[in-house]
């Protein structure tokens, strides 16, 4: 065998080994981009299912719960293009499906929640930032169109508003019945702040006046309690204003 063939069989050896290792590089990128994009795609179903079953009911309206099942049946369709035998999540999408088409008849079966904790709000808090983070992705890869984001992005703030309301309204009367008007005054002077603050003063204007009436009732129990204690009727006192203007003269002439 001539150098000139062996040469040519060594290089097409090196050319075959270099094919098949980037065809199984291609093959393991492939894999990996699958599974990062199944992760993705079911972490953005569970967010959006989470949303939507866990938002107190006085927070959640038919158009939101909408909007929750819209991002859930596009990741789930997405989904199950990756795994097509999956029968849970197609029954799943199959649901969605008809309560989507029902609008503003969508069933919302959220209970309401009293908000009267600071980890109750903050579980609250992060439900609505879990949201946030939704609409503006979604903005973001075009599943939403920029106007409708904004909107919902401003109904977000308006609940963060109601939920603050909210927490501060049950914590002064919890504080009230608990006979801690001092605590209870705290709170809504909070709410009245956090209100006041709000670049829509006039959208929370009953709020406000609700939060100060209830204000100005702490802060009358308080007053009241803190006034001094009227004197005590001790036999000792009820015998020196018993004594005349005489009796004094003489005991300090004795003395």
Do not use: C
């Not at 608990?178 to 829509?200: H, I, T």
């Not at 006046?209 to 009358?220: G, Y």
Request: charged share 25%; proline share 4%.
């Amino acid at each position: 065998m001539s150098p000139i063939v062996i040469t040519a069989l060594i290089i097409a050896g090196i050319v075959l080994l270099f094919i098949i290792g980037y065809a199984n590089h291609m093959v393991e990128n492939n894999k990996l981009e699958k599974a990062r994009l199944r992760a993705d795609l079911t972490d953005r179903v569970r967010r959006s299912r989470d949303v939507s079953e866990s938002m107190p009911g006085q927070l959640m309206s038919p158009a939101l719960k909408v909007l929750l099942s819209r991002f859930e049946l596009q990741f789930g369709e997405r989904l199950l293009q990756l795994d097509k035998q999956n029968a849970n999540l197609k029954n799943r999408l199959d649901e969605l499906r008809e309560m989507i088409a029902k609008g503003d008849d969508i069933p919302v079966r959220n209970p309401p929640q009293l908000i009267a904790t600071e980890a109750k709000a903050k579980d609250i808090r992060f439900l609505l930032e879990n949201l946030h983070g939704q609409i503006t992705r979604a903005a973001q890869d075009h599943v939403l169109q920029a106007a409708e984001a904004k909107r919902w992005l401003g109904e977000i703030r308006h609940m963060l508003v109601q939920l603050h309301f909210e927490f501060f309204s049950n914590l002064g009367q919890q504080s009230m019945q608990q006979n801690q008007p001092g605590q209870a005054r705290l709170a809504y002077e909070r709410g009245v702040q956090y209100l006041r603050k709000q670049p829509e003063p006039a959208r929370y204007k009953a709020q406000l006046q609700q939060l100060e009436q209830l204000l100005a009732r702490a802060n009358a129990v308080v007053l009241e309690k803190t006034k001094p204690a009227p004197e005590e009727h001790t036999e000792l006192a009820e015998g020196i204003k018993s004594l005349g203007e005489d009796d004094w003269k003489k005991k300090n002439i004795y003395d």
